[in-house]
């Protein structure tokens, strides 16, 4: 009962409800299935047969979820249609924006930093046998002509026109709106590949869950359901701007791991006044003479400089000499400068603050592991590997479900650890 107060369903019922006075009359109690959905997650009942036999027999658990006394139990296919109805709405995405403001405005999210990361869970579609491809014709050797180069740069502008958002390169997600994003994202079942902590690949047919969580307060704060197939990098900007935007929450930080290592992660960061503190991806670049790996300036016996301040005025790092040049007897000889000083936006993907290889940019990092433990929660406490449904559009009801249940759990928790914190110091 503490988790269905937290949770306003009142878009989910509207999204359900009849919108025409004509036709037969509703039956069903909806505001109880929704809530009956809810329980078959938070209690861990794996199936909707499953979720009909606890509400038949279970006396208690049919009333708590809302069900009168006079009200015939819904069958598989009513709770089956319900959940159609919902895959064509965003009314989950709603309330899960309204319980995640009513957390700031109660103080309960005051993070100044969100990790982003994601996870991967299974479709309960089976994968199609590939396609036979046909052979491919074999380029023609040489330079193109006139002509013929004219006609292949048409072509690569058609192709490019013709390419969806999520398939073009990640800067050109800096220019759309959210509504665009979150719209236009790929939902189809397809094969994802990524590499588990041995480094070995690990196959799965279905999608991704991308989340951007509040490293202390570990509440969700933006969530996004994929296809197995699409980039983390390009998952990132939705929900990063969706933290700016649909909740106007200031966040100093970013903190993603090094698949997010693009420059127009940075810029969308820097676009909202944050610091992107992102695992650095070399990606076969070479190193920088003079640089060192931290990309920090190096003497002339490449000992690195000392990082001393930044300028946010001018978004300047300083860096002074290192400790080694007191007894290097180049200390006094004009190769070796005193100061180096450097413009951050030169390269917003190389130069961050703090610095990278910092004490404090690593404490930053380290605290990316909220994000992990999330993901954790959500497949061990509330099913989100326990896709019961097909196609991507239903699926996408059952992820919204999941993290709206943990999020209305987290508040319903701090609430009642607050209640108990006034009642110890009334007493």
Same mark, same amino acid.
């Given at each position: 009962?503490?988790?269905?107060?937290?949770?306003?369903?009142?878009?989910?019922?509207?999204?359900?409800?009849?919108?025409?006075?004509?036709?037969?009359?509703?039956?069903?109690?909806?505001?109880?299935?929704?809530?009956?959905?809810?329980?078959?997650?938070?209690?861990?009942?794996?199936?909707?047969?499953?979720?009909?036999?606890?509400?038949?027999?279970?006396?208690?658990?049919?009333?708590?979820?809302?069900?009168?006394?006079?009200?015939?139990?819904?069958?598989?296919?009513?709770?089956?249609?319900?959940?159609?109805?919902?895959?064509?709405?965003?009314?989950?995405?709603?309330?899960?924006?309204?319980?995640?403001?009513?957390?700031?405005?109660?103080?309960?999210?005051?993070?100044?930093?969100?990790?982003?990361?994601?996870?991967?869970?299974?479709?309960?579609?089976?994968?199609?046998?590939?396609?036979?491809?046909?052979?491919?014709?074999?380029?023609?050797?040489?330079?193109?002509?006139?002509?013929?180069?004219?006609?292949?740069?048409?072509?690569?502008?058609?192709?490019?026109?013709?390419?969806?958002?999520?398939?073009?390169?990640?800067?050109?997600?800096?220019?759309?709106?959210?509504?665009?994003?979150?719209?236009?994202?790929?939902?189809?079942?397809?094969?994802?590949?990524?590499?588990?902590?041995?480094?070995?690949?690990?196959?799965?047919?279905?999608?991704?869950?991308?989340?951007?969580?509040?490293?202390?307060?570990?509440?969700?704060?933006?969530?996004?359901?994929?296809?197995?197939?699409?980039?983390?990098?390009?998952?990132?900007?939705?929900?990063?701007?969706?933290?700016?935007?649909?909740?106007?929450?200031?966040?100093?930080?970013?903190?993603?791991?090094?698949?997010?290592?693009?420059?127009?992660?940075?810029?969308?960061?820097?676009?909202?006044?944050?610091?992107?503190?992102?695992?650095?991806?070399?990606?076969?670049?070479?190193?920088?003479?003079?640089?060192?790996?931290?990309?920090?300036?190096?003497? !002339? /016996?490449?000992? @690195?400089?000392?990082?001393?301040?930044?300028?946010?005025?001018?978004?300047? *790092?300083? %860096?002074?000499?290192? +400790?080694?040049?007191?007894?290097?007897?180049?200390?006094?000889?004009?190769?070796?400068?005193?100061?180096?000083?450097?413009?951050?936006?030169?390269?917003?993907?190389?130069?961050?603050?703090?610095?990278?290889?910092?004490?404090?940019?690593?404490?930053?990092?380290?605290?990316?592991?909220?994000?992990?433990?999330?993901?954790?929660?959500?497949?061990?406490?509330?099913?989100?590997?326990? !896709? /019961?449904?097909? @196609?991507?559009?239903?699926?996408?009801?059952?992820?919204?479900?999941?993290? *709206?249940? %943990?999020?209305?759990? +987290?508040?319903?928790?701090?609430?009642?650890?607050?209640?108990?914190?006034?009642?110890?110091?009334?007493?």
């Amino acid at each position: 009962e503490a988790i269905f107060s937290e949770i306003d369903i009142d878009p989910l019922i509207y999204a359900v409800s009849k919108k025409s006075i004509y036709g037969a009359p509703t039956s069903l109690n909806y505001p109880a299935m929704i809530y009956g959905c809810i329980a078959r997650i938070h209690e861990g009942i794996p199936t909707i047969k499953k979720l009909v036999q606890r509400l038949k027999n279970d006396l208690i658990f049919r009333l708590d979820c809302g069900f009168l006394l006079s009200d015939n139990v819904p069958s598989e296919s009513s709770f089956s249609r319900l959940i159609h109805l919902l895959s064509k709405s965003n009314a989950i995405e709603k309330s899960q924006n309204t319980l995640v403001r009513q957390a700031i405005q109660e103080g309960f999210i005051k993070d100044d930093m969100a990790a982003v990361d994601v996870t991967h869970f299974e479709a309960r579609d089976r994968a199609k046998a590939s396609e036979k491809k046909e052979p491919i014709e074999p380029k023609k050797r040489g330079r193109k002509s006139k002509k013929e180069r004219e006609q292949w740069l048409k072509e690569q502008v058609e192709q490019e026109a013709g390419r969806t958002l999520y398939e073009k390169e990640i800067a050109h997600q800096l220019s759309a709106s959210l509504d665009e994003l979150r719209s236009e994202v790929p939902l189809t079942p397809t094969w994802g590949i990524k590499k588990n902590s041995e480094r070995k690949n690990v196959a799965w047919f279905g999608y991704k869950a991308h989340l951007a969580v509040g490293t202390q307060s570990q509440y969700i704060l933006q969530t996004l359901m994929s296809s197995a197939s699409l980039s983390d990098g390009k998952g990132a900007i939705p929900l990063i701007k969706g933290i700016h935007e649909t909740l106007h929450l200031t966040i100093r930080y970013g903190l993603l791991d090094a698949g997010y290592d693009f420059k127009a992660i940075y810029q969308q960061l820097h676009n909202m006044n944050a610091q992107g503190i992102i695992a650095y991806n070399p990606r076969n670049e070479q190193e920088v003479e003079g640089f060192d790996g931290n990309f920090s300036p190096t003497c !002339v /016996r490449e000992h @690195s400089y000392q990082y001393d301040s930044y300028d946010s005025a001018y978004h300047r *790092l300083k %860096y002074t000499r290192p +400790k080694e040049c007191k007894e290097c007897p180049l200390a006094n000889d004009t190769l070796c400068q005193k100061v180096y000083k450097i413009k951050r936006l030169v390269d917003i993907r190389k130069y961050v603050e703090p610095v990278r290889g910092s004490q404090k940019w690593k404490t930053l990092y380290k605290q990316r592991t909220s994000v992990e433990r999330v993901n954790a929660y959500l497949k061990e406490y509330f099913q989100l590997n326990n !896709v /019961r449904h097909r @196609s991507g559009k239903v699926a996408k009801v059952h992820f919204d479900l999941v993290t *709206l249940i %943990y999020n209305g759990t +987290k508040l319903a928790i701090d609430r009642m650890n607050r209640k108990v914190l006034q009642n110890s110091i009334a007493v």
